[in-house]
């Protein structure tokens, strides 16, 4: 009877186990898919600038603050007709060889050869922080320039919703800048990247974040 007994109760532990961990995969894959999908419905409604310097010697440091300096400028007085990512997207493919011309001549006025590379695609980019808004690890549609070897410190910010102007040195994204982020958002990812309700967002982007850094290794 004893017997019988510790088996029946090791059977019921067993099954117990067995639903917990069945329990724990549904969960962890339901959590993967509420990333992923965020993430990437994040990320599709964003374009970004990534400036990466030559080295991280304070003279390559500074060349890319004037690069990126040069580049906003410019890009500043084209784009201000633009009321969407796509219609950004287009602009920046139109004037590629405009965006090269300029930073060439950043370098070349400030006494270096380095050469300059374009690049408009995807890339990924890790959590980021932009005044009191968020941007969750990802990939990014972004304007890259690289240069010299590019091995440097990277410079960032966004260019649709266009923050890129926008000073944060206060640590807040002004409301209109954040009314069209918001346009271009659901309530729940707005909600996300805007850093309310904090410590559910740090889990979040910590799920976010691991989830991209898994799909990188898998490559």
Not at 33 to 62: G, K, P
Not at 179 to 206: G, T, V
Request: net charge negative.
């Amino acid at each position: 009877m004893k017997i019988l007994l510790n088996f029946i109760h090791s059977t019921k532990v067993k099954h117990t186990f067995i639903i917990l961990i069945l329990l724990c995969i549904f969960i962890l894959i339901s959590a993967i898919s509420y990333v992923d999908a965020v993430s990437t419905d994040i990320s599709n409604s964003i374009f970004r600038l990534h400036v990466i310097a030559n080295s991280d010697s304070t003279e390559d440091q500074n060349l890319k603050y004037k690069v990126r300096d040069a580049v906003l400028k410019y890009m500043n007085s084209i784009s201000m007709d633009c009321s969407s990512k796509s219609e950004v997207i287009k602009l920046v493919n139109d004037h590629k060889d405009d965006f090269y011309k300029i930073a060439k001549q950043v370098i070349v006025d400030n006494g270096y050869n380095y050469d300059v590379n374009i690049k408009i695609g995807n890339f990924n980019f890790p959590t980021k922080h932009y005044g009191d808004i968020s941007f969750p690890a990802g990939n990014y549609d972004a304007l890259r320039i690289e240069i010299g070897n590019a091995s440097g410190q990277n410079w960032w910010c966004v260019m649709f919703p266009p923050l890129c102007f926008v000073d944060v040195t206060s640590g807040v994204v002004p409301d209109d800048s954040k009314s069209i982020i918001e346009s271009n958002l659901s309530s729940e990812e707005y909600n996300i990247i805007s850093n309310k309700n904090s410590s559910d967002i740090q889990f979040k982007f910590s799920l976010i974040e691991m989830f991209q850094n898994l799909k990188i290794a898998n490559k």
